[in-house]
């Protein structure tokens, strides 16, 4: 992606090819740009990874209802804030991508969903939408084509779970963002019962490079299966923070922490932990990337006991204490539950009373297990990825830093007068 200064400018991003990609993709058949995107090996932004092209071709061709695009700008996964990055400075990118987009699919209408935090950024979103409508690269005929499409944004209230794609659905109609059950899948039913494909911010604005590179030389950016670049939000103890875009397939991840950002924040000070994805992934401890060739892709975080998520990488120094940064979390987690389950409600209530019991001195060694047997009790049972989300960092924390929790339930216990061998 190429940000220039004044980028969010129709006149700025038109000088540097912006809208090109739109009139090559008008001039295509709808189907050849759908297979573009599957050629691209690009997958969602988001989170999940689903892939885009595939996603876009379950969207039913002969439904007689109305099609949708949405655009999920909710990011709310804390240490990711590449989308924000890319709506402040390209935001004409995520107009091209959604317009292509609903020209593949036989959309006229999309919309952009954003947290209620990031108001000012659908501020930005609609000057620039205005523009491109001024401009006609939307409303009627775009390019003399006869394709008529337009785009509206909209403001949740600020929650978590509005980011998972079926909430925010309910939300976008108006109803309280709990999420609904899948199947039906939102490329069959979704926004108003009608097909309705959503897609992440970085998604969509991968999609005129797509178009105007060819699927296959985008894919070859980065890996076969993780193709093209990714935007990685990186924040913690390192000297350089920010939005950093990589090829697919980098190596290797402690070369990007260690020297492109770098390095610790405080040089007398060792690297013990990161959460490369989002804090919805694993934790990994500095035994898992230091020298072990850790690729940045899908393939490489999976294999080094990870994932990718929406690589939000939050960097932890040695002065972190694991069970305070963990609780942290799973105070966000019990916040933000939607309460629509009763895992997810009550799993990650008990797990913060836990932390609590722990970083208050009366922690008792077996609950470490308990805490393990109540995140079982929500991964995979909950009624949407929230609750496994909550579980992750739980588990992972246990498994990488079992010392931390000992030390808190060792030196807790004697505090309150008890002897005590952990054993974990
Ligand atoms: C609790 C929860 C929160 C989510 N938040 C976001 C979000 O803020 N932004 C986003 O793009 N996807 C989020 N997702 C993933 C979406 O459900 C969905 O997979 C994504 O928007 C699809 O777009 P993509 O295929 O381009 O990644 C979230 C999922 C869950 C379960």
Request: a negative charge; hydrophobic letters at 35%.
């Amino acid at each position: 992606m190429v940000f220039v200064e004044n980028g969010h400018r129709l006149s700025v991003y038109r000088d540097h090819g912006g809208y090109k990609s739109l009139q090559k993709a008008v001039g295509m058949a709808p189907a050849d740009v759908i297979e573009e995107v599957k050629a691209s090996a690009l997958r969602g932004r988001g989170g999940a990874g689903f892939p885009t092209g595939m996603k876009w071709s379950f969207v039913p061709k002969d439904s007689p209802k109305a099609k949708y695009v949405v655009c999920n700008a909710d990011e709310s996964e804390p240490g990711s804030f590449k989308d924000r990055y890319l709506m402040e400075r390209d935001p004409h990118a995520l107009i091209e991508g959604m317009t292509i987009a609903g020209w593949a699919l036989g959309s006229n209408t999309g919309y952009v969903y954003g947290r209620g935090e990031y108001r000012y950024l659908l501020d930005i979103m609609d000057v620039a939408i205005a523009e491109a409508r001024e401009a006609g690269m939307l409303g009627k005929n775009i390019f003399g084509s006869g394709f008529d499409y337009d785009l509206h944004t909209h403001t949740g209230a600020g929650a978590y779970i509005c980011g998972e794609e079926t909430a925010l659905l309910s939300s976008l109609e108006g109803y309280r963002g709990h999420p609904r059950m899948k199947p039906p899948f939102p490329a069959v039913e979704g926004l108003y019962a009608s097909p309705t494909v959503v897609n992440n911010v970085e998604t969509f604005t991968s999609v005129p490079q797509i178009i105007e590179m060819g699927g296959i030389a985008w894919r070859d950016l980065g890996t076969e299966k993780s193709g093209g670049t990714k935007l990685w939000s990186i924040s913690g103890h390192v000297k350089k923070p920010g939005v950093y875009e990589l090829p697919m397939g980098y190596a290797d991840m402690e070369k990007f922490i260690m020297e492109d950002c770098g390095g610790m924040l405080r040089d007398d000070k060792k690297l013990k932990a990161v959460i490369p994805g989002g804090s919805s992934v694993y934790v990994m401890n500095a035994g898992q990337i230091i020298g072990q060739n850790v690729t940045l892709d899908y393939e490489g975080l999976v294999a080094a006991g990870s994932s990718l998520g929406t690589g939000g990488m939050i960097v932890m120094d040695e002065t972190v204490d694991i069970v305070e940064s963990t609780k942290n979390l799973s105070e966000f987690y019990k916040h933000e539950s939607c309460g629509w389950c009763t895992p997810c409600r009550e799993g990650t209530d008990w797990l913060v009373k836990i932390f609590d019991r722990i970083t208050s001195g009366g922690g008792r060694p077996e609950d470490v297990q308990l805490m393990l047997d109540i995140a079982d009790n929500i991964e995979g049972k909950s009624f949407c990825p929230l609750g496994d989300a909550a579980a992750w960092p739980v588990q992972s924390a246990i498994k990488q830093f079992p010392d931390d929790f000992k030390k808190w339930i060792v030196n807790g216990a004697a505090s309150n007068g008890h002897v005590v061998e952990a054993n974990m």
